[in-house]
């Protein structure tokens, strides 16, 4: 697989920020009250994100290795700080409805953490690429997380009217432990899904190693039993 995509599928998929390593919980928690409020924290964390890595990649052999974690923390505030004016001044809605989420982004564990682990050690072509992947990971977690407290909690989806006029919200799913509870249900299929595909991988790998299983009746196998029963049918032919 390509490195670029690589990096684009392990920071959506594999090593999803928010479902796989559980980082940056604290904006997870707190805006994810609405589905804007988890997709404008997602794309904001994402730009600085993007912007950091590419920065500190071009840098990384010119800034000093006791001094990187300043450096690089010195680099990421100022991003911040750009993307906050930006907003301030072109999303004043958005703005309001981060709130003090907007300059913790400058601690955000992920974006403090791809700096030191990948940005600081590979190209600046490979760090924006990782960058957007971790992004991206990070805003569909956010996102989703804010579409079924949203939906649930409130009736809405980006503010469009979903459930019936006589649905009664369940509220806790807007309190602070709603998102624990979606969170963890989320997490919980996505363990499921993984379990499911794991298992059927190697349930195919022990078909492939065994030629005795030709009358294997495990639909997710039956793509190499065919070809078992082909090959020995042209054998006895």
């Known amino acids: ?13 594999k090593e999803n920020p928010t479902f796989v ?26 730009i600085v994100l993007i912007l950091s890595n590419m920065m500190i990649s071009a840098l990384r052999k010119v800034i000093p290795d006791k001094v990187r974690i300043p450096a690089f923390i010195v680099i990421i505030a100022s991003f911040v700080t750009i993307v906050q004016f930006l907003l301030e ?9 981060l709130g003090i989420y907007i300059p913790l982004i400058v601690v955000n564990c992920i974006i403090l953490g791809r700096a030191e682990s990948y940005a600081s050690k590979n190209n600046v072509w490979l760090s924006m690429f990782d960058g957007i992947g971790m992004g991206l990971g990070f805003t569909v977690g956010l996102t989703s997380i804010g579409i079924f407290r949203e939906l649930f909690g409130n009736g809405t989806i980006f503010n469009i009217r979903i459930m019936p006029a006589q649905y009664e919200p369940v509220t806790i799913l807007i309190l602070a432990p709603g998102a624990f509870f979606v969170l963890a249900c989320l997490i919980a299929v996505q363990n499921k899904v993984k379990l499911r595909n794991s298992k059927g991988t190697a349930d195919i790998d022990a078909c492939s190693k065994d030629g005795g299983c030709l009358n ?5 196998c039956s793509g190499k039993n065919q070809e078992l029963k082909n090959t020995a049918e042209g054998e006895e032919a």
């Open 216 to 220: 294997c009746a495990n639909t997710l």
């Open 1 to 13: 697989m390509n490195k670029s995509i690589e990096r684009l599928y392990s920071g959506i998929i």
């Open 21 to 46: 390593q559980m980082l940056g919980m604290c904006p997870t928690m707190a805006v994810t009250t609405t589905a804007i409020g988890g997709l404008g924290m997602g794309l904001t964390t994402t």
């Open 89 to 97: 001044g072109f999303i004043p809605s958005l703005y309001d409805t």
